[in-house]
């Protein structure tokens, strides 16, 4: 759907600079960026990186049409990662040390990313014309994860559209025949607020420690409401370290839920089936970034996580106690054998169940 200029100016920050693309693209790529909620007048404030929703917009200003690689979320942005990136920086020009990432899927990361391209949604650019692309950073693989301080920030979105598909095996016709080169917008600025609520990490298990991450609506929920399960992983140890997990959530991750009395209403793994696409994370020193389960529900028809689910929940107290599957280190095979997985654990959360009127 397009937006008037109009509207666009009273829900969103706007900033656009004309790039001269890459030798191997085509010219005349121009892109804004929007950040939905922002004020036009004032810095956009968020609590963290991943509640912003970003609208790029292009604009072809050459005599041609383009073809566009642009992804969305009925394929859970996937190839996203290889589109594009975001640049981030403090305010005042200082480098911000955040995590190095790189998506692929659960057959490896070190891939040329191929699969991640197939059947990537396409969108014709007419001469003069222009598109708008919605993107929340929550469903932005690798970026998602991304924890920054509070404070602010200059941000630009950057597009080079799908890497070179020479020899890969298996190729998309449209990641083939996509525009590829450099387009970037100017800064737009951005403040961190943080979180209200003290964050409770558990122990450190092999230089990691874990916690919940609150919601920001609190501990109390009105029954089948869904309920975000994202936690923050924190490097205590003064060197990198490398950590992989699949993007939303592992199949290997352990849950149990019980009421006040100690009553078990699930305990298992909340598994997801089929092919997965991982993230594997390089947190410097003393870093920290987000990760992500399935949401859980408590209904009147029983609770559920994930694709699993138990019997019927009802109003009241209950405790979650979930163990983070991930990588850590090394995910290669060595002599044919697969690394082990570590459980994180993370501090046990208790919640308040409402019923509804």
Known sequence: ?????????QICIAAAALVAPAASGPAGLEVELWLRGGDPKSVTRLGALSDAVLMPRFKNHSSAPLTLAVDDALCRFMALPLLATLGVKREDGAPVALPAFRV??????SGSGGELLFQVP??????????DWTIPVVEWPGWQSMELAPGRYRMRFVYHGPPDQTGVQYADPGAIAAWRGSAASAECTIEITGSETALTFGAVQSGLRVAARPDPRGDRFLQDDPIAMQFVVENV???????TREVGGSEEDEIAIVDVGGREILDCATMHSGWSPVVKLTLPAHARVRLFAGAARFGIEGVSI???SGPAAPAGRYRIRHRLSVTIGNTEPVNHVVPSRSQLAVPER?????ARR
Do not use: H, Y
């Not at 692929?104 to 990361?109: H, K, P, Y």
């Not at 396409?122 to 598109?131: D, I, N, T």
């Not at 140890?237 to 950590?243: H, N, R, S, V, Y």
């Not at 208790?350 to 409402?354: K, R, S, V």
């Open 237 to 243: 140890t003064d060197a990198p370290i490398d950590l």
């Open 1 to 9: 759907m397009q937006l008037s200029m109009k509207c666009l100016a």
């Open 122 to 131: 396409m969108r014709w650019l007419p001469a003069e014309g222009s598109f």
């Open 306 to 308: 994930g694709n699993r």
């Open 350 to 354: 208790e919640l308040e169940i409402l």
């Open 104 to 109: 692929g899927t659960n057959f490896g990361v």
